[in-house]
């Protein structure tokens, strides 16, 4: 039987195809006998091509990086399963989680503690002790008394936690924008620069220059006093043996010279540049925080920081400029602490594309840009590479996903004239087409206004097709999947419609919103298609009632004279007692 590649095969599983008769297809199965052998709403992930995806990024980090270690942790809040977690982890990668659930799920697939993550900004004791129990690699702190609870938790088990600080560092994104800011209002991280602070000393981060010898090898001085009390012509500082056992406040420095003017007539603007934009950051609460990791360095070790900027972001430039910052923090960092940080975590973000008009990050590219900014500035800067990190998720498991819905009632609305569709053209008309899902099962088009499509999916359908907006059964007028897309005139009652790029946050996100049940995920691959995930059972919902039954209940199963026995019983439990 012959069969045909998806058109807009970006954004549909590498599986997918279409036979003779038009009927979608995963890696040879019609999608009709999925839902006939599965039940419907169904979400299909195809295994491969997760696979293949998870360990191309993990090659593109690898390529963009050859002189230093890259190390990909797979975002377990896009989609995670036991299944889900062997196969990235066989791909090289390692699993972020930040909740017990998402804990339990990546060790009981096998994963050893020194590749997994524990991320969150409200962590509890018990998810700090299993981390540390377990090995974690990596626990990202996320606020200022964290390193406190964590060290005590570290040293109760007698364990010495891995740590990365977690920075808020003024660059959110999203799309082709991004913005740059001092301080960021939200839940996540520690601020790079203090309230208040003028961003506009980070500004040379647009122009890195080589930095002078001078510059690049930044040090570290006494006190702050000392240096107002010292001249260019100061005796050098006091051996380690004449020094006090107990550490002096560090100031900053930026010369090999003991101190630095930065009036002197010989101190390049460039030079001047970076010392103000290292001041402005040794002023932040980042690099206080950094500080105190380091003050328990019995308990725990700190492997680096931390960042992430956004989500669906298209290119590198927003990477680029919070790398730099980042980068920024860890020069620092050095020169007040003599500490060199040994990784830097740029997060995730990595865009894909929902529907054949927008954009998916090619990550070949934009990890080489980003690289080369990377190494840019460290040389400029005297300072080793770092590891570099990344959190991809949705660019894994995404595209690699898709839902299958029956089609239930078709309703054609009149508009008013004047109403046009979403390319500019009249319409007079909006045809809805009602599925067996919805919003319980896909909740970001009504979250966050997400745009998909949808696709006939058990055969060709008319040539001629109609504007239409594919929507739930829930008693919800915001209960959409798809705004617009186009399909076929003869669209009817039990014909399938398959919506791509689900894999990430729809059975993750799911809910029992009006009582609706979990759908199935399942796996299908070149070998088999077989159930991720089991579809919720209407004995799993009322299993988690547990209220007495009622007196119609208690009516079905019982004669009128039990039934006047059973509520007088119950009247007598809860009567009113007279005196105390």
């Not at 993990?58 to 889900?84: D, Q």
């Not at 934009?277 to 990791?293: N, S």
């Not at 040539?463 to 594919?470: A, G, Y």
Request: glycine share 8%; aromatic share 4%; charged share 25%.
């Amino acid at each position: 039987m012959g069969c045909d590649r998806m058109e807009d095969s970006g954004i549909w599983p590498q599986g997918v195809d279409r036979d003779d008769q038009g009927s979608l297809r995963m890696h040879g199965r019609p999608v009709r006998s999925l839902l006939d052998r599965f039940g419907s709403p169904l979400y299909v992930l195809d295994t491969d091509d997760l696979r293949s995806r998870a360990a191309r990024f993990v090659t593109a980090a690898t390529r963009a990086f050859p002189t230093t270690t890259t190390h990909v942790s797979y975002a377990g809040k896009a989609f995670l399963s036991k299944e889900v977690v062997r196969l990235v982890l066989d791909a090289g990668m390692s699993v972020d989680t930040c909740t017990m659930g998402e804990m339990r799920i990546a060790l009981a697939a096998g994963a050893p503690g020194r590749r997994l993550v524990l991320h969150g900004n409200n962590k509890s004791d018990e998810e700090i002790t299993l981390a540390v129990r377990e090995g974690f690699s990596k626990i990202v702190i996320d606020e200022t008394s964290e390193p406190a609870r964590i060290a005590a938790i570290a040293r109760s088990e007698g364990r010495r936690a891995r740590v990365m600080l977690r920075v808020t560092c003024g660059i959110h994104a999203g799309g082709h924008e991004y913005i740059s800011t001092a301080h960021e209002d939200q839940k996540f991280g520690v601020p790079l620069l203090a309230p208040g602070t003028d961003a506009s000393a980070l500004d040379m981060l647009s122009h890195i220059v080589p930095a002078s010898p001078a510059a690049a090898n930044a040090r570290v001085g006494e006190t702050a006093a000392r240096d107002e009390r010292c001249s260019a012509s100061s005796p050098p500082l006091p051996s380690p043996a004449s020094s006090p056992a107990a550490p002096r406040p560090r100031a900053l420095r930026h010369d090999v010279r003991y101190p630095f003017d930065l009036h002197a007539v010989d101190v390049s603007s460039s030079d001047r540049e970076l010392a103000q934009a290292m001041q402005a950051v040794a002023d932040g609460p980042a690099l206080a925080v950094l500080q105190e990791i380091a003050r328990h360095g019995d308990d725990l070790e700190l492997v680096g920081i931390h960042s992430h900027i956004g989500s669906q972001i298209h290119d590198a430039s927003a990477f680029i400029e919070a790398a730099r910052r980042m980068m920024l923090l860890r020069k620092t960092f050095y020169a007040t602490d003599a500490i060199t940080l040994p990784e830097v975590d740029l997060g995730g973000g990595f865009s894909v594309a929902y529907t054949p008009d927008e954009d998916s990050m090619d990550v070949d590219v934009e990890l080489d840009r980003l690289a080369t900014a990377i190494r840019e500035a460290n040389t400029a800067w005297g300072m080793p590479q770092p590891i570099i990190s990344f959190e991809p998720g949705r660019w894994i498991v995404a595209p690699a996903g898709m839902t299958l819905y029956r089609v239930g009632v078709i309703k054609t609305v009149p508009l008013p004239a004047g109403t046009l569709d979403g390319r500019g053209r009249p319409l007079d008309a909006r045809v809805y087409v009602s599925v067996d899902g919805g919003m319980s099962d896909n909740i970001r088009p009504a979250l966050y206004g997400a745009d998909y499509t949808a696709m006939l999916a058990n055969r060709t359908g008319s040539s001629w097709t109609m504007t239409c907006r594919v929507v739930g059964m829930h008693c919800e007028s915001g209960d959409i999947l798809v705004h617009e897309c186009q399909l076929p005139c003869d669209i009817r009652r039990g014909d399938i419609l398959a919506i791509p790029v689900t894999g990430a946050y729809g059975r993750t996100m799911a809910s029992n919103y009006n009582q609706a049940l979990f759908p199935a995920v399942v796996g299908v691959g070149d070998d088999d298609a077989h159930v991720m995930l089991r579809r919720q059972t209407m004995e799993d919902l009322l299993g988690y009632d547990l209220a007495e039954p009622t007196i119609m209940a208690v009516e079905a199963s019982m004669g009128v004279e039990a039934i006047i026995d059973v509520a007088a019983e119950k009247g007598r439990r809860r009567a009113p007692r007279n005196g105390p």
